[in-house]
């Protein structure tokens, strides 16, 4: 069974800077994407950055220039460091797993910026 995991949320100022770290564990196909949304109250969930296990990434333009998505395919990890934080990134922040047709998602955690 697949799972992953979320770590790293917190509390930080704006400006500021954080990382989070997603595990996957369990039977993983090699060709797969690994990645990060995130979601406000009343609003849908959206995409922050992905990454293919080739390294080719994706970013949300709100992010692209602040936000650096990483990946270890060896540990199954897959990181997201975030620098200069705004306010308007506040969010529950959820990793995501994608291969063949299977699609899993970490339990999320709360990344808030205060002004």
């Known amino acids: 069974q697949v799972h992953v995991v979320e770590s790293g949320g917190g509390l930080v100022q704006a400006e500021g800077s954080l990382t989070l770290s997603c595990l996957a564990s369990g039977t993983i196909f090699s060709i797969n994407t690994m990645g990060w949304y995130r979601q406000t109250p009343g609003k849908q969930r959206e995409l922050v950055a992905t990454m293919t296990n080739g390294g080719r990434t994706n970013y949300a333009d709100s992010v692209k220039g602040r936000f650096t998505i990483s990946r270890d395919n060896a540990k199954k990890t897959v990181y997201l460091q975030m620098n200069s934080l705004k306010p308007e990134d506040t969010a529950v922040y959820y990793c995501?797993?994608?291969?063949?047709?299977?699609?899993?998602w970490g339990q999320g955690t709360q990344v808030t910026v205060s002004s």
């Open positions: 995501n797993l994608k291969f063949l047709n299977n699609d899993f």
